[in-house]
């Protein structure tokens, strides 16, 4: 995508990504608090332009993010000083998640401690050689595409962090770190609409959907 904004600033159907992303929680009648981790040099552009005139109208906090997604998580974690209940990471550019996901993952995770939303795997899967050939073929039986929001038992992901941060262990989302731990995630039915924004494509995407849903 090449623009020198920031992917989740962005606009798209008359808002910035971030913006449609956050008003899906605030809409949400389980989510009682939001932990906005954006990096140090976007803090006072988020404060006092990105949601200056307050359409979020749930408490907001404000947390630097490190230097990799992983970090990020890491610091709202504990800027969030909990020691029970639970927490739901997701996406900034995945401004198209259902309020009524949302609810469905923190009912699972009321139960189960750990859960992530996904959709199986349709296309053909193959494996590629350094050389960019074709390797292989994975077998589509039993693989899932994984979203977010991903929720947890506070004290669950909290230590999972924390045994990956003294592990060195860098994974690619929040389950991956709670799966180290042995405990297993429960995984819930995603939505196709419930796109990560990355590319041009993305965006055009993101907002052909919104348009639709009236957003």
Not at 32 to 42: E, G, K, N
Not at 142 to 170: C, K, M, N
Request: charge should be positive.
């Amino acid at each position: 995508m090449q623009s020198d904004t920031r992917k989740q600033y962005l606009q798209v159907a008359g808002r910035p990504v971030l913006v449609h992303t956050l008003l899906k929680f605030d809409v949400c009648p389980l989510i009682d608090h939001i932990c906005l981790v954006v990096p140090d040099d976007d803090l006072d552009f988020c404060r006092h332009r990105l949601l200056a005139g307050g359409p979020i109208k749930k408490a907001l906090q404000f947390v630097a993010g490190g230097r990799h997604r992983q970090q990020s998580v890491y610091n709202g974690l504990k800027s969030l000083g909990l020691k029970k209940g639970l927490v739901a990471i997701h996406d900034g550019v995945r401004p198209l998640v259902d309020p009524l996901l949302i609810t469905a993952c923190i009912r699972a995770a009321e139960t189960s401690g750990a859960c992530a939303p996904g959709i199986p795997a349709y296309d053909t899967i193959k494996r590629v050689s350094g050389e960019g050939t074709i390797a292989g073929s994975l077998e589509r039986k039993g693989l899932w595409l994984i979203q977010t929001p991903q929720v947890f038992r506070y004290a669950l992901i909290s230590e999972a962090h924390d045994r990956a941060l003294r592990d060195g262990y860098v994974g690619t989302d929040d389950a991956t770190l709670v799966e180290r731990l042995g405990f297993p995630v429960t995984l819930i039915s995603g939505s196709k609409s419930n796109i990560k924004v990355t590319t041009a494509e993305d965006l055009a995407m993101a907002a052909a959907l919104l348009r639709v849903a009236g957003e």
